[in-house]
Nanobody
Framework: QVQLTESGGGTVQVGDSLRLWCQVSGRSIMDSGMAWFRRAPGTEREFVAFISKFTRTIFYNESVKGRFTISKNYDFNQLWLQMANLKPEDTGVYYC???????????????????WGQGTQVTVSS
């Protein structure tokens, strides 16, 4: 059974940094492309960043480009999201998502992901 479990959320100040991680169990992080999404209160789920199976393809939402870094930790079978220079508009619940096994095409569409974590809250206060 595939499970994704996010951790690392919290309340920070504007300009601070935070790292999220997603523990993957039941499969390897190399099995498919993975992504981070987020949802602010009252809004739709928004794409944040994508990373392919072997990290050859990475792309970001324009709003986080240059501030966020997505990566894979193969030793711990985790997906990471390093966030820097956080802004109030980064506030939301952050979700880890994985595509089906051996599916690696880069996509920002939530409907293309088959596995989701429960989310971790990030709050950026000014």
């Amino acid at each position: 059974q595939v499970q994704l479990t996010e951790s690392g959320g919290g309340t920070v100040q504007v300009g601070d940094s935070l790292r999220l991680w997603c523990q993957v169990s039941g499969r390897s992080i190399m099995d498919s492309g993975m992504a981070w999404f987020r949802r602010a209160p009252g809004t739709e789920r928004e794409f944040v960043a994508f990373i392919s199976k072997f990290t050859r393809t990475i792309f970001y939402n324009e709003s986080v480009k240059g501030r966020f870094t997505i990566s894979k930790n193969y030793d711990f079978n985790q997906l990471w999201l390093q966030m820097a220079n956080l802004k109030p508009e980064d506030t939301g619940v952050y979700y880890c998502a994985a595509r089906d096994i051996d599916t690696d095409g880069p996509t920002s569409q939530a409907t293309d992901y088959d596995y989701w974590g429960q989310g971790t809250q990030v709050t950026v206060s000014s």
